[in-house]
């Protein structure tokens, strides 16, 4: 076997401020591939490089399976068994339950959903603005509004959003319990099997209607649609709400920056694809198994090998982003892997790009004055698989 056989390095958890990854990330990217160790006492090896990265993710033998022994347990949730979510599937069978959604987040059709879109994020704006500030822009208007948005595209009903919000959040908590869990995932899971359910006797317009009538033509199976629901669900809201909350806060603390922005908003697309690379929220980034041999960066990893990959360090890779430690909104950052690469790249990235341009675009626009509402210092984050802001008060 190639590579190193020193003791390996913990992997790095911690972060030092709220906008840069563990700054240990960086040493290692300095390095190929090397071993580390999780807290629960396995050992992965960790690739971190951009180039790496994208190889990594683009190499079919690496697996996406995570009943595998092997496989790193980077998060809390319990390993798919049964109907797997597609993220943890490898083709055929992820091809052929990703073909099935792939009409649904086409550029055509999700610019349709641009106008609803656009008076969602105006009827928030005027509501927090109808108040007295200070106002918490998470709870007024990062997290509800890809949660109107997902509910409107899937066909969930918005009256339930603070349950499976709170579930979500749950879900992906690195502070919880493993049998905390466990309850809210299955909590989770039982409300969207109903739904389902209720869907496949009378099917909606709408996606999990749509995908309804394939379980009744029996080209998708119930329990496959809802884990397919499950896996839409958290990531259609969770990462695109974050984003907002933190992207906000990064505009603000780097003054320059929004200036920029204020001054041309026509840079608001590429401005998004730099908060992207910069903040890179799924912070432990993901998870393979080997399933034969790989050469990455001058290394072979074995078969049956837990892999590390680390799009957090990716994204700051000087050998790709010159000067990767600043935001910079005139930077052309579209080679990032915030939403990853190759078969598992997330497939709901246009719509939250188009969220996300919506929101800053409108909420730049309507608060001219906006301005952070308490010491920077008094900020809390979340403990979380999808990182971000717990609330932002904001002024304006």
Not at 258 to 273: F, G, K, S
């Amino acid at each position: 076997m190639n590579g190193p056989t020193v003791q390996p390095s913990p992997f790095p958890l911690e972060r030092a401020n709220a906008f840069d990854p563990p700054p240990a990330l960086a040493a290692l990217r300095e390095g190929p591939p090397s071993r580390v160790s999780l807290p629960d006492g396995t050992e992965h090896w960790l690739v971190s490089r951009h180039a790496d990265v994208r190889a990594a993710l683009a190499d079919p033998r690496l697996s996406a399976d995570d009943t595998h022994p092997a496989f790193p347990r980077l998060f809390p949730l319990p390993p798919a068994k049964g109907a797997l979510s597609f993220l943890r599937m490898d083709d055929p069978e992820h091809g052929r339950l990703r073909r099935m959604l792939a009409a649904e987040f086409t550029v055509r059709r999700t610019n349709l959903l641009r106008p609803g879109i656009t008076a969602s994020v105006a009827a928030l704006l005027d509501d927090m603005a109808a108040g007295p500030p200070p106002a918490d822009l998470v709870q007024r208007f990062a997290l509800p509004l890809p949660s109107l948005v997902i509910c409107r595209l899937l066909g969930v009903p918005y009256a339930d959003h603070g349950f499976f919000q709170s579930r979500s959040v749950a879900t992906l908590s690195l502070a919880l319990s493993d049998e905390e869990t466990a309850a809210a995932f299955g909590e989770l899971a039982g409300y969207l099997d109903r739904l389902v359910a209720d869907k496949e006797r009378a099917p909606s317009d709408d996606l999990l209607g749509r995908a309804a009538a394939r379980v009744c033509d029996g080209e998708l199976g119930h329990d496959e649609l809802v884990s397919m629901a499950r896996l839409l669900l958290i990531a259609g809201h969770e990462t695109t709400a974050n984003m907002i909350g933190l992207g906000t806060l990064a505009l603000l603390r780097h003054p320059a920056q929004l200036a920029l922005l204020r001054d041309d908003p026509a840079l608001i697309p590429q401005a998004v694809e730099e908060l992207l690379r910069y903040l890179t929220v799924v912070q432990r980034g993901t998870a393979r198994v080997t399933a034969a041999p790989v050469r990455l960066g001058g290394v072979t990893i074995p078969a049956d090998q837990g892999v590390i990959i680390a799009l957090h360090a990716a994204d700051r890779d000087p050998g790709h982003f010159p000067d990767p430690d600043s935001l910079a909104l005139h930077r052309s950052a579209r080679q990032h892997v915030a939403f990853g690469f190759g078969m598992h790249q997330c497939i709901g990235q246009t719509l939250a790009r188009v969220e996300m341009e919506i929101a800053f675009a409108r909420l730049l626009d309507r608060f001219p004055g906006l301005a952070l509402a308490c010491d920077p210092a008094e900020l809390r984050f979340r403990d979380s698989v999808v990182f971000g802001v717990q609330s932002l008060p904001v002024t304006w």
